[in-house]
């Protein structure tokens, strides 16, 4: 049987549309392929993004750089030595990127200038990290995309 040039056309048009149609439905089927939203209330926290920002320049200008390492015990944020430490309040926000499932929220209680965050409770890879904090009624935020 000969083929021509008509004939070619559409049988590589055909075989395009199936290539296609299978990368379609093995996307949308695959459980690794996540099409959520990144938080559930994205449009929430997209509002409130200004007050963010002022917490970022307000850290800035008062020179309140937090410190964030890696220890063998865990994560050790160091908070700046010219704030008292018992008058910091505020939350940790953890974001796992890969899964929602890893993210943690927790308040700050401090017993001294640092606050450890065990080992055992960060897995290793990619991780978005928040610090909102305040201080004698200015609040302040630090983020930072550490690999653990």
Not at 65 to 91: A, D
Request: glycine share 4%; aromatic share 12%; proline share 3%.
């Amino acid at each position: 049987m000969k083929i021509n040039w008509g004939t070619g056309i559409v049988l590589a048009f055909v075989a395009f549309i199936a290539f296609i149609l299978y990368f379609v439905v093995r996307m949308s089927t695959d459980d690794r392929a996540n099409h959520d939203l990144v938080t559930d209330d994205y449009y929430k926290q997209e509002l409130a993004y200004q007050k963010e920002i002022d917490a970022s320049r307000s850290a800035a200008e008062m020179n309140a750089q937090l410190s964030i390492e890696k220890t063998p015990e865990g994560l050790r944020i160091v908070f700046p030595k010219q704030f008292e430490y018992q008058k910091i309040k505020g939350t940790v926000s953890l974001y796992r990127p890969s899964n929602k499932h890893l993210d943690h929220n927790f308040p700050l209680s401090l017993s001294n200038a640092h606050l450890l965050i065990p080992d055992n409770s960060l897995v290793g890879g990619r991780w978005d990290i928040a610090i909102k904090w305040s201080y004698e009624g200015n609040t302040f935020l630090h983020k930072e995309k550490l690999t653990y």
